[in-house]
């Protein structure tokens, strides 16, 4: 009878190091899903946010092409524009 309790507390000690083990695993691969999830949202909102500067210079040169018919000095300007805001937007 003995013999059997011994195997039973054996048994409950290494299955409760296991389990402590896995909690461990678990948490750090939790900490590294978070840290890679953080990372995605800071891209997509930067993404985002040169998305809409595409947008707003596309906007702005069919404006100014409807207005004044296609000028190349007006194509540089609108580069040019598109540059010195993704430039302000860096610092």
Same mark, same amino acid.
């Given at each position: 009878? &003995? @013999? &059997?309790?011994?195997?039973? @507390? ?28 953080? !990372?995605? *949202? *800071?891209? &997509? ?7 809409? !500067? ?7 040169? $069919?404006?100014?092409?409807?207005? @004044?018919?296609?000028?190349?000095? !007006?194509?540089?300007?609108?580069? *040019? ?7 302000? *937007?860096? $610092?």
């Amino acid at each position: 009878m &003995s @013999d &059997s309790l011994i195997k039973a @507390d054996i048994f409950f000690f290494v299955a409760t190091i296991g389990l402590a083990l896995l909690t461990l695993l678990l948490v750090v691969g939790l900490v590294y899903i978070v840290s890679i999830l953080r !990372t995605i *949202r *800071r891209i &997509s909102k930067t993404a985002q946010a040169g998305t809409e !500067t595409i947008v707003a210079g596309i906007q702005e040169a $069919k404006a100014t092409v409807s207005k @004044d018919g296609f000028v190349p000095e !007006t194509l540089f300007s609108i580069f *040019r524009k598109l540059y010195t805001k993704q430039a302000k *937007r860096k $610092k």
